[in-house]
């Protein structure tokens, strides 16, 4: 009894002193969102936000693990330790605040709907009537697009991932779908199969509901972590890191 | 808890705000994929156990594929795989029919669940006892009211539990449909998941449904078991 009560004890005792030095950090991602996360064709996990994590990483000297996470499983997984921090292009929403914490912003991208070129589609009621507009389900794009358009004569068809978004876009399945602007380019229209599709109107705007950018996300009790990272963040953009990583993916701003 | 029930209770039984899901949306694509692959699959278990290699071949390569692959691969080429194809977007009928993904789930889910039921039934076509056919000849039966009136009966009533598990199986599996984006019961789960984030209800909502269903199912075929099975109870007389 007494050798399982000290074990216990010291169980208990080599956690909480891991959890404060916080010598290794734990990143959930879910990588199918090039150019911010995907996996290369080794298998090698890359992109913005993997190189931003890495140097975090490496400012508070502490060794980054990825562990690879679906989307919409991110923040149950993140309250049940199977990770330490979000780092997925999360946006930061007051929703999502009421469950996790969330770091200083990362980066900021805006919202837009891709359609085919020439369709003349744009992001109204009256101009998508009867049209069908897949968005990923769990993300703001799909918030955004049921609060708009939905119940209103839009068809708003929610799907698994991102791929078969743009996979239905392709085929023909889609009239338009919401993206995040620097994904869509990057990932979508600049390649073959997208270079029948452009933006349709300009950025979608509801803070409430899109956000202001994406961060860090954070149990709200490992306040210790979420200092780290905001310093970590804060030297990034004094040293120049942070603009010399954003210049490798993006031809623009990010940040601001 | 009862906040999620009371908010999400008509997403998860029939209606999520304009179109079926939930429930009722998992219930149709079960029913409509069990019929047809029902359907179809009683004359494919009569060309199973055929003598002929050119009408046994095709419906043993036909069950062997689609056995043989996972449901979700499956799901995968019918959904996404077919539609690309210039021949399907070409014309206008298949355009239309595998533009919705309803009806690519259906298709997909009809031809698996048929392919099993084919080699249920055909198993149950083979163990007919002896005697029975023996009897059908004595009556100078031709092999086609033979098989009509005996044979078939006969291997649906001792196919019944084990079509019953099949059934119950073809209900788990349609939890793949969000995949062709069908808002199943585990894609209107996933919706409260992931605008509440409370796992735990949101699935076990979602778990306590597909129960209710296979009790449901379960209890569906014992009351046929004991009607067309009676024979097979100890005589108490």
């Not at chain 2, 499956?74 to 959904?79: D, G, T, V």
């Amino acid at each position: 009894m007494k050798k399982l009560v000290i074990s216990v004890a010291l169980a208990l005792a080599s956690t909480g002193v891991m959890a404060k030095e916080w010598n290794v950090v734990r990143f959930g991602v879910d990588a199918n969102y090039a150019p911010f996360e995907s996996k290369a064709a080794d298998g090698k996990l890359v992109g913005f936000d993997i190189d931003l994590g890495n140097a975090i990483c490496e400012k508070i000297k502490a060794k980054c693990v990825w562990v690879e996470n679906d989307f919409d499983g991110m923040i149950p997984a993140l309250k049940a330790k199977k990770f330490d921090a979000i780092l997925s292009s999360l946006s930061v929403t007051d929703k999502r605040k009421e469950q996790i914490a969330f770091s200083d912003k990362l980066f900021n991208t805006p919202v837009r709907l891709v359609a085919r070129k020439g369709s003349s589609l744009q992001p109204t009621v009256e101009s998508l009537k009867g049209k069908r507009i897949g968005v990923q389900q769990g993300t703001v794009m799909e918030s955004f697009a049921k609060a708009h358009w939905g119940g209103k004569g839009v068809t708003v068809v929610p799907y698994q991932n991102n791929d078969l978004v743009l996979a239905d876009l392709v085929s023909g399945r889609l009239d338009g779908s919401v993206q995040e602007v620097v994904l869509a380019d990057t990932a979508f229209l600049k390649t073959a199969q997208g270079r029948n599709f452009g933006f349709a109107g300009g950025n979608l705007n509801d803070v409430k509901i899109l956000g202001v950018g994406t961060a860090v996300g954070l149990r709200k009790e490992d306040n210790d972590l979420r200092l780290l990272i905001n310093k970590a963040i804060a030297d990034m953009h004094k040293d120049g890191t942070y603009q010399r990583l954003s210049k490798k993916y993006f031809s623009f701003d990010i940040y601001h | 808890m009862i906040e999620i029930v009371q908010e999400y209770w008509q997403a998860y039984l029939w209606n999520d705000g304009g179109q079926l899901s939930g429930l009722a949306m998992t219930l149709w694509l079960l029913v409509i994929s069990v019929a047809i692959g029902f359907v179809m699959s009683v004359p494919l278990a009569v060309a199973r156990v055929s003598k002929n290699p050119w009408v046994r071949g095709p419906v043993w390569f036909y069950t062997y594929v689609f056995r043989g692959t996972p449901l979700y691969i499956q799901l995968l080429l019918f959904y996404t795989g077919v539609y690309s194809l210039s021949v399907v977007q070409s014309s206008d009928l298949l355009n239309t029919f595998f533009r919705e993904g309803f009806n690519c789930a259906a298709l997909a889910f009809a031809l698996n669940t048929c392919a099993y039921t084919t080699e249920i039934f055909a198993g149950a076509i083979r163990s007919t006892p002896h005697g029975e056919i023996e009897a059908a000849r004595a009556y100078g039966m031709s092999t086609f009211t033979m098989y009509r009136r005996v044979i078939i009966p006969s291997m649906l009533r001792r196919a019944l539990p084990f079509y019953g598990n099949e059934v119950i199986l073809m209900l788990h599996a349609t939890t793949v449909a969000f995949t062709a984006t069908v808002p199943d019961i585990l894609k209107v789960a996933r919706d409260v998941n992931s605008a509440t984030y409370a796992s735990f209800e949101a699935f076990g909502i979602a778990a306590a449904l597909y129960a209710v269903i296979a009790f449901f199912l379960v209890w569906l075929f014992r009351r046929c078991e004991m009607h067309w099975l009676a024979f097979l109870k100890p005589q108490s007389h």
